[in-house]
């Protein structure tokens, strides 16, 4: 079964609480989005293998460490998922951007494709998939399954705010999936958004509604 880890840093815990107000408008909505996931970012690239590496300072040689093992690259789910791609790309500057164009029926709740563009080499690479919410987990499951059927094996998933119906669709669809959270609400009302949730990441980052 996937790990599930729900990342308790109180910078974290802190802009996440600030951008829930429906006080805050889409300038700062954006720039917050993007510094909680630079936050998130550092935390699920804990385990990133290091190898040494010889270095000449001004002073002497020594040995360092670098990052080895698998290239990385970020996938956001559109349009919210683009929110988070600056701030990982902050911590992770190598990293290639691939990007998967699903949004949710207003009826039916179910995900619906509408793009999907990724690196060439992206089934070599450790995969990244960033969407700020994960609500019913239709479009997370969605999105992983055509990463997998593009030949993806490792892949963790990432998002600010989680309703648990998501968080176990998902485990049971993606067992081999690590989920990196930010907040696990409590759950879905009626239309399926997340209680108490920051209301639609998409309109908030972008303006629109
Ligand atoms: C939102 C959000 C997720 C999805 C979560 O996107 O960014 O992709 O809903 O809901 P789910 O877990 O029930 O699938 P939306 O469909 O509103 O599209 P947008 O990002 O273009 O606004
Ligand atoms: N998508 C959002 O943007 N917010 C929710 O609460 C649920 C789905």
């Given amino acids: 079964m996937s790990k599930v880890q729900v990342m308790d840093h109180p910078l974290i815990q802190h802009k996440i609480s600030y951008i829930r107000s429906e006080e805050v408008g889409s300038k700062e909505f954006r720039e917050i989005v993007g510094e909680i996931a630079s936050l998130m970012c550092y935390e699920a690239t804990r385990d990133l293998k290091l190898e040494d590496v010889r270095i000449k300072t001004p002073i002497c040689e020594m040995v360092g460490k670098q990052l080895s093992g698998k290239k990385l690259a970020v996938v956001p789910i559109l349009r919210a998922g683009l929110g988070m791609v600056d701030g990982m790309l902050n911590m992770i500057p190598s990293a290639k951007v691939g990007h998967i164009g699903l949004y949710r029926d207003p009826e039916t709740y179910e995900p619906v494709e509408y793009y999907c563009k990724l690196p060439s080499d992206c089934d070599e690479r450790e995969v990244f998939v960033v969407d700020p919410m994960l609500a019913t987990g239709g479009s997370c499951v969605a999105a992983l399954q055509m990463l997998k059927d593009k030949g993806v094996k490792h892949m963790r998933f990432?998002?600010?705010?989680?309703?648990?119906?998501?968080?176990?669709?998902l485990q049971e669809a993606h067992p081999d999936v690590d989920i990196y959270i930010g907040a696990l609400d409590d759950h879905l009302n009626e239309h399926k958004y997340i209680v108490p949730g920051l209301g639609d990441a998409g309109d908030r980052i972008f303006g629109t509604k």
């Fill in 158 to 169: 990432m998002c600010i705010i989680a309703a648990p119906e998501g968080v176990k669709r």
